[in-house]
T-cell receptor, first 109, second 119 residues
Framework: SQQGEEDPQALSIQEGENATMNCSYK?????LQWYRQNSGRGLVHLIL?????REKHSGRLRVTLDTSKKSSSLLITASRAADTASYFC?????????FGAGTILRVKS | GAVVSQHPSRVICKSGTSVKIECRSL??????MFWYRQFPKQSLMLMAT?????????EQGVEKDKFLINHASLTLSTLTVTSAHPEDSSFYIC???????????????FGNGTRLTVT
């Protein structure tokens, strides 16, 4: 399978804590993207990191990319109850975007 | 900007009937659209790539005669689930990328999905 793997599968934290999700993939990439999905809804693009970048920030989000280990992490700082959702990493193969298994994040208030 | 509209959001149909799902890019042109399927608590699985004016490209294991895709204009792709059965019940999501934007280093824009229940 070309799909990456994400861990943890599920994460439950208290509001205000940081949440870290990891993603691994299998082949070389042009970029890696992170998406968020609220229950029963479509996906919302969060951040894109190119293969020549190592770290990227967007608001409370911080993404790292280690191409030597074929892995990426998404850090959400100072989490809020509204951050409760599923988070997916995605990598591009040809012109197709392939998604990881996802992490279900629950932020308790 | 970059809004993708998917309709209907929810549909219940009887076994043996066909269901059409529409995906529209509202404020941009999309030569290519993608159709995904998602089972509960699982990831998105790419079903097919829809190309304006040409045949769709289906992923391995996806029956093209069962999941008919038509991409007749630069803003509309449709997925028709023919002779639906209960095992076709799933969440179907479309996405699109802007025409002329190179596929890498650009995000996809997703519709809100269609929950199909076949009874």
């Amino acid at each position: 399978s070309q799909q990456g793997e994400e861990d943890p599968q599920a994460l439950s934290i208290q509001e205000g804590e940081n949440a870290t999700m990891n993603c691994s993939y299998k082949t070389s990439i042009n970029n890696l993207q992170w998406y968020r999905q609220n229950s029963g809804r479509g996906l919302v693009h969060l951040i894109l990191i190119r293969s020549n970048e190592r770290e990227k920030h967007s608001g409370r989000l911080r993404v790292t990319l280690d191409t030597s280990k074929k892995s990426s992490s998404l850090l959400i700082t100072a989490s809020r109850a509204a951050d409760t959702a599923s988070y997916f990493c995605a990598t591009e193969y040809g012109n197709k975007l392939v998604f990881g298994a996802g992490t279900i994040l629950r932020v308790k208030s | 900007g970059a809004v993708v509209s998917q309709h209907p959001s929810r549909v219940i149909c009887k076994s043996g009937t066909s269901v059409k799902i529409e995906c529209r890019s509202l404020d941009f042109q999309a030569t290519t659209m993608f159709w995904y399927r998602q089972f509960p608590k699982q990831s998105l699985m790419l079903m097919a790539t829809s190309n304006e004016g040409s045949k769709a490209t289906y992923e391995q294991g996806v029956e093209k005669d069962k999941f008919l895709i038509n991409h007749a204009s630069l803003t509309l792709s449709t997925l028709t689930v023919t002779s639906a059965h209960p095992e076709d019940s799933s969440f179907y999501i479309c996405s699109a990328t802007r025409t002329g934007v190179r596929s890498y280093n650009s995000p996809l824009h997703f519709g809100n999905g269609t929950r199909l229940t076949v009874t």
